[in-house]
């Protein structure tokens, strides 16, 4: 912090703050987060809320226009109790992965915490949004929030249509399979949309203008009788097995209208945006919080940031990135914003004064000099599992002092298996990037055959991983759901994946009615 | 780059979804409410206020792995003493480990606690009842404003200066930014004192002059660090009502009489409070004689004796005298009483209905409550009796005041409509 450098007058002084004030910090922030780091960002729009807004915001995903549903409702209930009696306080921000993007920060902030939230969310998000592979694989930025409308209207129009009560139901079902209904794996055609809104007109258009009411009486086709034998071809004409069961159920399910259709379609859709943002909750925060470190950092350099501001900043900062030890009250499994943040810093370190270790450990990287160049690279290149994989080196697991316990049910006690030693490195990076791996994290869960020649039943395996079960008071409240969606029974098989033995079964009937409709 | 100002957007975006969570959870929340009224006194009965729902009926359920059994990895930061192969007991309570492993958001609530509104309570609360509109306001609520604390701000009077607060912000300023302190200095001066001039004193030397340099430049407490305690304004009421409750309790009165005169009691309460901020109860209890007590006395402690009713009303009489000028309050009456009597106060109960008590009441109701009309045999006929007698020939000659009779706890809420429906005409007559 060489004094020759503060030339420039503060951007502010004290707490208060206006609109030309978050004008002038943007600007700056802009000068340094792109031309100085070399952000490609989305344009900005920024949106100042108050509080019960943000209560709002929170409620509904973060998403600034959602349909009406009553566990929003719920959710919104007790982040207000809980708000109310001070145990818990708010974001200082939203930030939404749209173009242009959409941040949201609180009237209640200070100058300061403004300048710290544009820079965190309108560049290091944004940033990162915009760049990642899996955002601009799985998302579409410019059309997120024209679905959005869509959808909204378009549950309300049903709403009207069917009754609030069937809609509800279908929405329940839907939300309870809704973090088994994304395509893990990318298809050919690139997620657009506009084109989803236009298709679903195009098709109830084109309903309306073949209806024709004598088609109604007419006697329907006998059933096509399918040759029992055929169990492969059957799989492959309904694509399965399929791990996305709500596309399934879209696609195949014997009983449901074609409106119920489009809402577990476009719950689907909403449950694939946010596919992305699990995957990379770590690089998304480490990017973020280390931009705008380095930004309010070089603000205070260049004498844009007075000392007080700067205090303040840092305070705040240092309780974003603070990670308390496992035996510690407050923990909470680690914080993505002191992991994310303390890579992005080692990695920095190791493009500019390497260790003999980091040479050894990240030939292609050490010494490298250009960090920023690198740092980009890796921010749209990867996600958490293989960031982790790749780049979470020995200092930083000596640092945080990381250590892999293993818990065997069988076992009378816990057994550590690595610590921060030369022998554990591997174990311990392994072990991480699997707690980040979504493969891991949800149940793999699969619809593998449905009896067409018989009664229809639906059967759906859990592979289970490590002998661990499904919930099981859970998991029958969801096969309830999915049964109603099926119409016919669904049994579920919980096997083993190393064994294929059966460990458990589940079969439920759907109920009269469930649906409402 | 825009900047777009939401805060005017019409707020209450999530009114729609909190309606449907209410809708959707109605059975329970109702029965919460319940629960939560029968322990509350009739001065809190309408508060509104925190319930605690089961969550089981509103629960979103996916599919989520166990949170016991199987095998685990967990991998967990700020290790000290363990090495490879150590054996850690098995913590209490299951699961083991910190949980790092959890579901994202699977934690496991088995109760949902949120906040109703006072009007969200009420409207369940009365749900079985129906509150009707009953706003004919006859007094208007004139309204001043008194302050009260509301956290700190970073602005204000000095005389409101949060000096703990400010305290503790300067001394997390001054830890963090490493002022030095005073002992240090002194320390090291005692230290310089005892050494001889040379290389090491220099150094000291050196040191003592920085750090002091230091002090000077980090301040003991930076105007960024005070704070003060912050007020907001909150109206005040100036109207004021008193309500009167009285209720015979002599031997002839059953619990069952007395709930539903509790419940009685509750209403009028509540809809006292709608109109006026500030209401007050006297409780007056009586059997041949008369005292005031508290609510608790005067629902739950029995006594015996015969049935003066008059004795009650002098009581209240004297009551208004000593304490509530009835120029300055809205006096409310409502008298509970299984309508028995003893014969010869009848005549004397009226003469003080109609000359004393009536004249400064804004409002006088007498609830004759029975027992569970449904025990009486068909065709049966109950002969009224006597103090309906005595106040049926004040209401026919004009006197401003209300009775009915209630048996059942379903009829309360109509005969409370009934009577300030049927209010309305006579009322303005008795200001």
């Known amino acids: 912090m060489s004094a020759t450098l503060k030339t420039e007058r503060p951007l502010f002084e004290g707490a208060d703050w206006e609109f030309s004030t978050v004008q002038k910090c943007h600007d700056a922030i802009q000068e340094i987060a792109v031309g100085e780091m070399g952000l490609d960002v989305y344009p900005n729009q920024i949106e100042v809320i108050g509080t019960e807004q943000m209560l709002d915001a929170y409620s509904s995903i973060g998403m600034p226009l959602f349909y009406k549903h009553w566990s929003f409702g719920k959710h919104f209930a007790r982040d207000e109790a809980m708000y109310r009696a001070g145990m818990q306080g708010l974001a200082y921000e939203i930030v939404i992965n749209s173009n242009p993007c959409i941040s949201y920060i609180m009237e209640e902030n200070s100058a300061t915490m403004q300048a710290l939230v544009i820079a965190h969310a309108a560049f290091g998000h944004n940033h990162f949004f915009k760049n990642n592979y899996l955002f601009k694989q799985w998302t579409d930025a410019d059309g997120i929030l024209d679905y959005l409308e869509f959808a909204r209207d378009y549950v309300l129009e049903c709403e009207e249509k069917y009754g609030e009560t069937a809609v509800e139901a279908l929405l329940d079902a839907g939300h309870a399979l809704m973090s088994h209904a994304v395509h893990r794996y990318p298809r050919a055609r690139a997620t657009n949309l506009r084109m989803e809104e236009k298709r679903e007109r195009e098709r109830r258009q084109h309903d309306e203008q073949v209806f024709n009411d004598l088609w109604r009486t007419v006697p329907g086709q006998a059933a096509v009788r399918l040759d029992p034998t055929a169990l492969e071809r059957r799989r492959a004409i309904l694509q399965l097995p399929a791990e996305n069961i709500l596309y399934f159920m879209e696609k195949t399910a014997p009983r449901l209208a074609p409106w119920q259709r489009e809402l577990l379609r476009i719950v689907r859709q909403v449950a694939q945006y946010f596919y992305p943002q699990g995957q990379t909750k770590l690089m998304n925060e480490g990017c973020a919080t280390f931009v705008h470190y380095k930004i309010m950092t070089r603000l205070h350099e260049q004498g844009k940031l007075t000392d007080g501001a700067m205090v303040e900043f840092l305070r705040s900062h240092t309780n974003v990135v603070f990670q308390p030890d496992y035996d510690d009250r407050r923990y909470s499994g680690i914080n993505p914003y002191a992991l994310g943040f303390a890579m992005m810093q080692d990695i920095e370190r190791i493009c500019i004064e390497p260790t003999a270790e980091d040479v050894q450990y990240f030939p292609d990287i050490a010494g490298k000099g250009n960090a920023m160049a690198v740092l980009r690279d890796i921010w749209a290149n990867y996600r958490d599992e293989s960031f982790i994989l790749q780049f979470l080196s020995p200092r930083i697991i000596r640092h945080f002092g990381l250590f892999h316990v293993l818990d065997d049910a069988d076992s009378p006690s816990l057994r550590v298996r690595a610590i921060h030693d030369e022998l554990g490195y591997r174990n311990i990076k392994r072990t991480l990037a699997k707690q980040y791996d979504v493969g891991w994290s949800t149940p793999d869960i699969q619809v593998v055959d449905v009896d067409l020649a018989g009664d229809r039943k639906l059967i759906v395996h859990h592979r289970v991983l490590n002998k661990i079960l499904l919930e099981e008071n859970d998991a029958k409240l969801v096969l309830q759901h999915l049964a109603d969606l099926w119409g016919y029974d669904v049994l579920m098989k919980e096997v083993d994946a190393t064994t294929d033995a059966v460990l458990k079964e589940h079969i439920v009937s759907p109920r009269a009615g469930a649906l409402g409709a | 780059m825009h900047i777009v100002d939401r805060r005017l957007n019409p707020g209450g975006k999530s009114l729609a979804n909190r309606q449907r969570f209410i809708r959707r959870a109605r059975s ?95 409207e369940l609360f009365l749900d079985d009842l129906e509150l009707p509109d009953l706003a004919k306001r006859r007094v208007a609520n004139t309204e001043s404003v008194s302050y009260e604390r509301a956290g700190y701000s970073v602005s204000g009077n000095p005389t409101n200066l949060a000096l703990l607060r400010t305290v503790r912000n300067s001394l997390s300023r001054r830890i ?3 002022r030095p302190k005073p002992e240090e200095l002194q320390a090291l001066r005692d230290e310089i004192e005892t050494l001889e001039p040379g290389e090491r004193r220099r150094a000291l030397e050196e040191e003592l002059s920085r750090k002091e340099r230091r002090t000077v430049l980090i301040p003991y407490i930076d105007p960024l660090d005070v704070r003060y305690k912050r007020f907001d304004a909150v109206p005040k009421a100036v109207a004021q009502a008193v309500m009167f409750c009285l209720m015979d309790v002599s031997g002839s009165m059953t619990e069952h009489m007395k709930d539903l005169a509790k419940r009685f009691y509750i209403l009028l309460y509540i809809f006292l409070k709608r109109r006026y901020k500030n209401v007050e109860l006297v409780f007056i209890r009586h059997t041949h004689t008369a005292s005031e007590v508290d609510e608790d006395t005067f629902f739950h402690s029995p006594d015996t004796g015969g049935t003066v009713v008059s004795t009650a009303l002098d009581e209240m009489q004297r009551t208004i005298a000593d304490r509530y000028d009835p120029s300055a309050w809205n006096i409310y009456a409502a008298q509970a009483s299984d309508g028995d009597n003893t014969a010869s106060d009848n005549e004397r109960t009226a003469n003080l209905l109609v000359n004393k008590i009536l004249p400064c009441c804004q409002y006088y109701a007498y609830l004759e409550v029975g ?13 009224d009796s006597d103090l309906w007698q005595t106040y049926e020939a004040l209401v ?8 009915r009779k209630v048996g059942h706890r379903r009829d309360i809420y109509p005969v409370f409509r009934d009577l300030f429906a049927r209010k309305v005409g006579t009322e303005i007559a008795a200001p």
């Open chain 2, 28 to 122: 329970m929340i109702k029965k919460s409410v319940h629960e939560a009224s029968g322990g509350r006194s009739i001065k809190d009965a309408d508060s509104g206020g925190e319930l605690v729902l089961p969550a089981q009926g509103v629960r979103e359920p996916s599919f989520r792995r166990s949170a016991s059994g199987g095998i685990r990895d967990y991998l967990l930061p700020g290790n000290k003493e363990y090495t490879v192969g150590d054996e850690i007991p098995r913590p209490e309570g299951g699961g083991g480990g910190s949980g790092s492993d959890g579901s994202q958001d699977g934690n496991g609530e088995d109760e949902f606690r949120f906040a109703l509104s006072r009007d969200e309570f009420l």
């Open chain 2, 176 to 178: 963090a930014l490493h």
């Open chain 2, 371 to 383: 027992r569970d009309i449904e025990h009486f045999p068909p065709g049966f006929m109950r002969r």
């Open chain 2, 396 to 403: 026919a000659s004009g006197a401003p005041m209300a009775m």
